[in-house]
């Protein structure tokens, strides 16, 4: 009596092979998908703590110094003052433009040259265009948070409060 031997065929392995990777092929872009906006959202939310720090920094230090200039002086040192008032992460308050957080570069810009600082821009762009985010957004002193309609690349720098305040508003609940 002969016996069978026991296995797959390679007709069978091939078959499992092809069903993993066509779910791979439907799972890595959901994936990618999901990725980049949960880095919007995160991105999003920094520019909301920025609008915040820099209202509390106006409030604290706006006599003589009006707005924080840069996103450094927002930033943590071990002397908190109106150079350095502690009211940001170091990531987000680093000491050279851009600060990385979350797949996102910031910028900051003002219109004014030098203190006091009556107006201020966050920006905050993809560090790789659809691969950490898809949008380029900004904030002002009015603390809306607005992004670049048909936008294609990440930015370079901080855009300036005039443009910023011409983006479109985002809302937060966006098709993609």
Same mark, same amino acid.
């Given at each position: ?98 600060? @990385? $957080? ?9 219109? #004014?040259?030098? =203190?006091?600082? +009556?107006?201020?821009? &966050? ?21 809306? @948070? $607005? ?9 370079? #720098?901080?855009? =300036?409060?005039? +443009?910023?305040?011409? &983006? ?9």
């Amino acid at each position: 009596m002969a016996h069978k031997e026991k296995g797959f065929s390679l007709i069978e392995l091939l078959i499992v092979v092809a069903i993993i990777l066509i779910i791979a092929a439907i799972a890595i872009p959901n994936m990618i998908n999901s990725r980049i906006r949960a880095n919007e959202a995160a991105a999003v939310q920094a520019l909301r703590t920025l609008n915040t720090s820099q209202a509390a920094y106006n409030t604290t230090y706006g006599g003589l110094q009006g707005y924080a200039g840069t996103l450094g002086v927002l930033g943590p040192a071990a002397t908190c003052d109106a150079t350095h008032a502690c009211m940001i992460d170091n990531l987000l308050g680093c000491a050279a433009e851009p600060c @990385i $957080r979350g797949g996102f570069k910031f910028f900051s810009a003002s219109d #004014s040259s030098s =203190p006091p600082y +009556t107006d201020y821009a &966050f920006t905050a762009t993809p560090i790789q265009w659809n691969s950490s985010g898809a949008k380029n957004f900004c904030t002002s002193e009015d603390g809306m @948070i $607005r992004y670049q309609l048909d936008a294609n690349a990440s930015l370079g #720098s901080a855009v =300036p409060h005039g +443009t910023c305040v011409n &983006f479109a508003l985002y809302n937060g609940i966006q098709n993609h």
